[in-house]
């Protein structure tokens, strides 16, 4: 009874009902896996946020940083208040926070385990969302189409799968109009005191069973960040690099194929390439 009862818990903890669109799932440091049979009976496309979703050319991610380190520097006293930083201040913030990113896999974890007044997490989401500029995110040409395309043949269900918190995640599917468009987003627990994210595997294990998947091959997955993506063909997704840096932008180019089975491509949109399967069946 008490395994069962636990996981009922852990289950029930993770799923956030969102009455207004898509359900909204919080990752778990306590979840624990269970055996899982069909129960989705669909193929599941799971998507990054930012970057991803949006152009990194649009500099929203790049805000979000600068934001963070902002953070970063008031919450540990580097920065004074009511004064500007110093570049001293900012490379001394800069290094923390890459310090804290490379310990613990978030900064904002690095920052609770080492700030000793504590920080609020609902304090930090709204103050990252306060600092940045959402209009700076653009539709991306084609995507609502591609998006609707996938959504329309029941076969398939439209997942997000980030590492930002939800004030963020939800302004920005907001400015770019494609909130109600999917079925699932998956975000940081802020609040959690273990925060679990990618590419730590416990996090891919929830996403597919909460989206009811017990083979893995019905996740196609794709991210801006290569480790995240490894991690995801770790656990047997089918899963591809978004490289918008990528030399040549028009083409699925194949990279390394013991590392990336399905290689990388340099444009969202490219998915009808590398996952075809999702378009044609
Ligand atoms: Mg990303």
Redesign the pocket.
Known sequence: MKFYAQLQLSLAAFAIVNARGPTVHRYSSTWSPSLLTEKSGKRSIIF?????LYSKFDGL?SQLLDALLNYVGRKTGIYHENEEATPEMKQRAYYLMKDYYKTYGLTLKGLRVNNKNGVDFDDYDAFIKSELDYSNAQQIEGLVEMLKELKDNPRNQLAIM?NSCWLHVESTLMQLGIYDLFDHIFVADCHDHNMVSKPNPIVYSQVQHALGHANPRDCYFI???FSFVEAAQLVGWNAVWLNESAPQQDQVTPVEPEILQKGTVGHILQMREAFNELFSE
Do not use: A
């Open positions: 990054d946020m930012d970057d991803t991610q980030t991210d801006d960040n």
